[in-house]
């Protein structure tokens, strides 16, 4: 549950459509300046919740697009080798829906290894 000043209650209204875009669902009661988090996506789950959101609700309205933005809240482990990085992309894509497949597979670029090859 989210306790808000009457200005994060107004960039909640603002916002509310870019969190449910990406998979939060809550339960407003404006009455009381109070959300309620129903629902997560699944790839946020073990991220400090409390701290993301009500960051996101104090930004300064000229700053960074939503998901910038989010991203930028976001506590992301460092990568020592290359096994780390594979298990984080096998995890994504273990999470994918058929929803958001479609939007992830247009993030793809494909890679050239070629010159690394010839170079070896």
Same mark, same amino acid.
């Given at each position: 549950m989210f306790r808000l000043t009457e200005s994060q209650f107004q960039a909640w209204q603002q916002y509310s459509d870019d969190f449910k875009k990406?998979? +939060?669902e809550f339960i407003e009661n404006q009455a009381q300046l109070r959300l309620t988090?129903?629902?997560v996506p699944s790839l946020l789950r073990t991220q400090n919740l409390q701290k993301c959101?009500? #960051?996101m609700l104090t930004r300064d309205e000229n700053s960074s697009p939503f998901l910038t933005a989010l991203c930028a809240?976001?506590?992301c482990k460092t990568f020592n080798a290359l096994a780390? #990085?594979?298990n984080l992309l096998s995890d994504t894509e273990r999470l994918m829906t058929q929803t958001n497949r479609? #939007? +992830?597979t247009q993030l793809l670029k494909p890679v050239n290894w070629q010159p690394l090859l010839d170079e070896i």
């Open positions: 990406i998979g +939060f988090l129903n629902r959101v009500m #960051a809240q976001l506590e780390d #990085a594979l479609t #939007a +992830f």
